[in-house]
């Protein structure tokens, strides 16, 4: 039997799994690490603490399974999407990575906005500038921190750097370099005129895969420490989201992921690279040559509850009060909504400035209430980004869910009330379906399988129970979705006002 090792690297932990060539989880291994914020707004990580866990993962599972170093094929990488590392001559952060929902760049986006221009940003990244991708934080370390721009020799997103650490090699792939803003996304390439604009040497990128290419084998010296062979490949891989996408069977039309991590995203597969003309959903690329995707995240999705968790349940680790407490509520709230930007929005406002906000609040709304209201708005923003993506055209048939947020039973059936789809589940640990997506990629790299619908048919299965909506209750969530719709515009000047007091 071959095995595959599926590696995803999320904002607050490292994921590794070790699957067989069917799909299923051999063993698992999770390691936190610091998460630094040195100013309002700023999200910072150690790049060497992604790769102490790598080591420590992979180790931790070679040491407890009966499997010969050599059935391992190979490495298959997701990472968080949009960060920025800088890489001195000898291969060495120069800083702290900036992370994607890292909240700085607002005025970098507008510099960059002026030097390149929006109609060639829209030409070859099918999206305006916006102040969370990639493009936006080279910028700001470019107007803050130029000496340590000068001595950048490589710039790479988060997952790629633990490639580089894993094979020596500088490398990165389709799908997460298109959230870079200096990608082609149509044609697949940097994007030369961009680069020429923002003088970026492309020497200081590195090379662009399909996401199921080899980029290079594991060290051997490496090799020998975590106990691989150093046949072992590391093909492209992919953003966390498209990994999902991957891990959950979303390779054909009509197919849409959620996901609800920290982040939360939607996510629909699309046979053509089109501009979206609201500016409301991006396009990048997807894991499979010649296809793409639509795509947007909310910020604080599972970062909402989380924070309302910590602050009102603090005990309730297993959310186990929560989810008592849901039980005795109504949709609506009792006239409640929140509005789940507590780090600044992506999709679709792209307004790092905004805030989180109860609206409607009164004397007789109770803690139960607001709880509920929390799940509410986190699905009426991720209801945005769903409406998004329908309207650039692109056939939405069925959910498929993922992440912490698919655990939650009330949060599955209030998704397929609030979008009025049927949501699924895939036959297997949701948590891990990045990791999953990953390695199947290894799979294809390394020829277990042709293509990755052909991994998919083989190997994913949907849950029986497939949440359908409750006609009820999505009459009354329409008309709570439009208030909701219509909050973000009348207070947007007040979150910029109140932020700069």
């Known amino acids: 039997m071959n095995y595959y090792f599926g590696l995803d690297l999320g904002t607050g932990s490292l994921k590794t799994v070790l699957f067989d060539a069917n799909g299923k989880e051999i063993a698992v291994a999770e390691q936190e690490y610091p998460h630094y914020q040195p ?55 120069l800083r702290r990575a900036i992370l994607w929902n890292d909240g700085r760049t607002s005025k970098a986006c507008e510099h960059v906005r002026e030097i390149v221009s929006d109609e060639l940003f829209e030409k070859y990244s099918l999206t305006p500038a916006r102040p969370g991708l990639t493009a936006a934080k080279i910028q700001w370390v470019k107007d803050n921190e130029p000496e340590i721009f000068e001595k950048a020799e490589m710039l790479l997103l988060p997952k790629d750097y633990v490639r580089y650490r894993l094979t020596g090699n500088y490398a990165t792939e389709v799908s997460d370099a298109s959230a870079t803003q200096l990608l082609d996304v149509v044609n697949r390439k940097w994007a030369d005129e961009i680069l020429d604009l923002m003088e970026i040497d492309k020497s200081r990128l590195p090379k662009v895969y399909e996401s199921h290419e080899i980029t290079g084998y594991v060290e051997k010296n490496l090799a020998d420490e975590l106990g691989l062979s150093h046949e072992t490949i590391v093909v492209g891989g992919a953003s966390d989201n498209a990994a999902a996408a991957i891990g959950v069977g979303v390779v054909k039309p009509g197919r849409t992921l959620t996901t609800i991590g920290t982040s939360g995203t939607v996510f629909s597969f699309s046979e053509k690279p089109i ?14 040559p010649n296809t793409w995707h639509y795509m947007g995240s909310v910020n604080s999705a599972g970062g909402s509850l989380k924070w309302w968790r910590n602050t009102y349940y603090p005990d309730d ?15 609506g709230s009792e006239n409640l909504i929140f509005l789940p930007y507590l780090n600044g929005e992506q999709s679709p406002h792209f307004n790092l400035e905004c805030r989180g906000s109860f609206v409607g609040l009164s004397t ?45 039973e009330f949060w599955r059936q209030l998704l397929a009330d609030v979008y009025d789809l049927p949501v699924a589940l895939p036959d297997m640990n949701s948590e891990n379906s990045a990791a999953l997506g990953a390695a199947m990629l290894g799979m294809v790299g390394y020829g277990q399988y042709k293509d990755l619908v052909e991994a998919s048919d083989h190997i994913l299965k949907m849950k029986d129970h497939v949440y359908t909506p409750n006609k009820e209750n999505v009459e009354i969530y329409k008309k709570y979705y439009e208030e909701f719709r219509k909050l973000y515009p009348a207070l947007k000047e007040s979150y910029a006002s109140i932020l700069h007091l």
């Open 317 to 331: 680790k297993d959310y186990l009060e929560i989810n008592k407490d849901l039980e005795s509520t109504k949709p």
């Open 275 to 288: 501009l979206d003309k609201n500016r409301s959903v991006y396009c990048f690329c997807m894991t499979m």
């Open 39 to 93: 100013h309002n707004g700023w999200s910072e990580q150690e790049p060497e603490d992604w790769f102490k866990a790598v080591k420590r993962n992979i180790s931790y599972i070679m040491n407890r399974v009966d499997i010969d170093k050599n059935d391992v094929k190979a490495i298959g990488l997701s990472g968080q999407m949009m960060g920025l590392i800088l890489l001195d001559k000898n291969g060495d952060p």
């Open 364 to 408: 007789l709304n109770t803690k139960k209430d607001m709880t509920r209201a929390v799940f509410e708005g986190i699905s009426y923003a991720l209801n945005d980004i769903k409406n998004g993506i329908k309207k650039t055209g692109t056939p939405i048939d069925i959910i498929h869910m993922c992440g912490g947020g698919s655990k939650s």
